[in-house]
C-alpha cells in the first residue's frame, strides 16, 4: 500500500505552517540564500579551460519589471577542502537577453546565441583562493561586467570562453540541481552496534518523488545487524506540543541523545550488509513545492544505555521543482561546436 496518500494528509494538515520567508531575489535558486545547493560543479574551473554557457530562466531572477545585472558572483562548494586561486588569461564572457527557453536550449553552442549578446568581460580572470568555512561559504568569486544587462521579460544566457588546454585542478562550485535542499543539525548518538550517521537525498525531494532516511554504517566488530529502528517525520523543530525542542534524553539514561524534532510519522528502518533505509513518496502535487519538513531516527538500542534509546542527527528538508531554473551547457574545448548537460541538470548557485 503506497504511504502517498498518508504524506498528503501529513503535509497539508500538520506541516505547512509557516513557510521559509522569501529569500533575496538575486539568489538563483533563491532558496540557496540559506541552503546549500544540493550538488556541486567542477567545471568550468577545475579544467580552466572550455566552454560553458549558462541560462537562466527570468523568473528565477525576482521583480515582475525589469531586471538589471551588473556582474555574476559564485561561491565555494561547501566542503572539507581548501582550493588554491590562479589566473586565467584572453578570457570572454557574453551575456544576451534571449527569448531562448531551457526546455529549447541545444547541445550546438552556436544555436543557442543570438545578435544582441555584449561581451561583458575580456582579457585577464583571477579564480580566488577558496579557504574552508564553516556554514555556507560566501559568495567571493565575482565576474564583473563591463557593462550592466538589462533584462525585461527576456532569459538571461551568458557564454564564456576559457581559450587553451586543460590543467586539472581541484575547484568545486556550489550548483543545485534538480530536487529540494538540506540542512542538518544536532548529532548521532553513541550506539553499541558501531556508528551510524543519518543523510537524506534532496535531489529526489521533489513532487512525485521520495523523502529518504538514508543510514550509513561502520558496524562494531561482530555486529552485522542493527536494531529495531524508526525514521520519524517531524512537523517542527522548535517545540513538541508544549515542550521546547530540542529535548535532551540524558537525564534519562541516555547520553549523548536528543529529540530534535516533532514527530508526526514512524516508519519502519531496513537494515542492509552497510546501510539502512527507510523512504516516503511525495505525492505529485506542485503545491507542495517549498514545503519544509524534518527528519530523524529513533534507534531501540538496548545495549546503548540505561535508556535503551539512541537517536540520530536531524534533517530538514525543502521540497524542490523536478529542474532546475537553468541549463548549463559544457565543452573541455573552447572551440567545439557541441556541448554536454550535467547529469543531474545542476546549474552553478549564483548571486547577481
Known sequence: ???????????????????????????VPAPCATYEGNSDLTEPFSWGAGRFQLLLDRAALGGAGTVTVPAVELRRQPDVYAYKGFKLTNVELWAEATALTVA???????????????????????????????????????????????????????????????????????????????????????MSIGTATLWTRPELCQPGGTLHWDIQVQWAPGQFLGPASFAMLGSSRTTWGP???????????????????????????????????????????????D?????????????????GIVTSRAFETRVGPKQAPGAFLMASDSTAATGRFPVMGQIPVLRF
Open 243 to 289: 515542550v521546547p525542542l530540542p529535548v535532551d534524553l540524558a537525564p534519562f539514561g541516555a547520553k549523548g541523545s536528543k529529540l530534535e524534532i516533532a514527530p508526526e510519522l514512524y516508519l519502519p528502518v531496513i537494515w542492509g550488509a552497510v546501510n539502512a533505509f527507510s523512504w516516503l513518496p511525495i505525492p505529485d502535487d506542485k503545491s507542495l513545492l
Open 104 to 190: 529549447g536550449m541545444s547541445t550546438t553552442f552556436a544555436s543557442n546565441r543570438g545578435t544582441t549578446g555584449v561581451k561583458v568581460l575580456a582579457g585577464d580572470l583571477v579564480v580566488p583562493d577558496q579557504p574552508v568555512v564553516p556554514g555556507l561559504p560566501p559568495f567571493n568569486f565575482k565576474l564583473p561586467f563591463a557593462k550592466p544587462i538589462t533584462l525585461a521579460r527576456q532569459n538571461l544566457l551568458l557564454d564564456l570562453i576559457l581559450p587553451g588546454a586543460i590543467v586539472a585542478r581541484s575547484y568545486a562550485l556550489d550548483a543545485h540541481g534538480q530536487g529540494g535542499w538540506v540542512g542538518y543539525f544536532g548529532s548521532d548518538g553513541p
Open 1 to 27: 500500500m503506497s504511504l502517498a496518500p498518508l504524506l498528503s494528509s501529513v503535509l497539508s494538515v500538520s506541516l505547512l505552517g509557516p513557510l521559509l520567508a522569501a529569500q533575496a531575489a538575486t539568489v
Open 291 to 307: 514545503v519544509v519538513v524534518w527528519g530523524q531516527v529513533l534507534y531501540l538500542d538496548q545495549k546503548a544505555n540505561p535508556f
